[in-house]
């Protein structure tokens, strides 16, 4: 079945230790996206991949970093988590940046910072 | 301004039970979409429906259904016969035209629905 997955599903890191969590589709999309979902909230887009051109929120912290190496994956990377950036991150793609494109979600990977 | 307004934050029923979730809508723009999503607590986000905004049919889906008013700016989703498996967070979500990417996704803030057995 085509599908995004998202490893791992649980990540434990330390104050401060890099950390990178890792995104695949198998649906061919052209657009990646990093949304951060904290307890009771809504997803919160971090940024986007079209294609190769990246596009960051106004309000992403300059702690995230991302990178999209070809169609199939995305990586989300965490320069020096604290405290706040525990929360659950989505992946999610759509074939096109329009309106009408259904985003499709990955499971999510936990994140927990010690 | 919230663009999504989803005004329950959480809703119990009992099983067997019908529950509509309100969702209330901004936007400008005459040509927009609506989706709901369901997360259940294992976490991810699965899709359930889209409706764009020149298409006021409701429409109907086993148990679920989705009653779309542009009058009043609603996106409402009814479940019938409530399961427990229904037992999940359920997001609306506006996607409209963005000049410098495409397009821009708001999600409400979810609902939170229990069914007790």
């Known amino acids: 079945d085509a599908m995004v997955i998202q490893n791992p599903r649980y990540q434990v890191t330390q104050f401060g230790k890099p950390v990178t969590l890792s995104c695949s589709q198998t649906l061919n999309h052209n657009v990646m996206y990093w949304y951060q979902q904290k307890s009771s909230q809504a997803p919160k887009l971090l940024f986007h991949?079209?294609?190769?051109?990246?596009?960051n929120e106004a309000d992403t912290p300059d702690n995230f970093q991302s990178r999209r190496p070809n169609t199939s994956f995305c990586f989300l990377d965490i320069r020096s988590p604290g405290l706040g950036d525990a929360a659950m991150y989505l992946c999610a793609t759509s074939r096109r940046q329009a309106r009408q494109e259904t985003q499709y979600f990955g499971p999510g990977t936990r994140l927990l910072v010690l | 301004a919230q663009k999504v307004t989803q005004a329950q934050t959480e809703i119990s029923v009992v099983e067997k039970e019908d529950v509509t979730l309100d969702c209330v809508y901004e936007?400008?723009?005459?040509?927009?979409?609506l989706f709901w999503y369901k997360q259940p607590p294992s976490g991810e986000l699965v899709f359930l429906i889209r409706r764009n905004s020149f298409d006021e049919q409701n429409e109907i889906s086993g148990r679920y259904s989705w009653n779309f008013q542009k009058s009043t700016s609603s996106f409402n989703f009814t479940i019938t016969a409530s399961q427990v498996v229904d037992s999940a967070v359920y997001f609306c979500a506006l996607s409209e035209a963005r000049r410098s990417t495409g397009n821009q996704f708001y999600f409400g803030t979810g609902t939170s629905l229990t069914v007790i057995p």
């Open positions: 991949y079209y294609d190769k051109d990246f596009n």
């Open positions: 936007t400008r723009d005459t040509t927009y979409y």
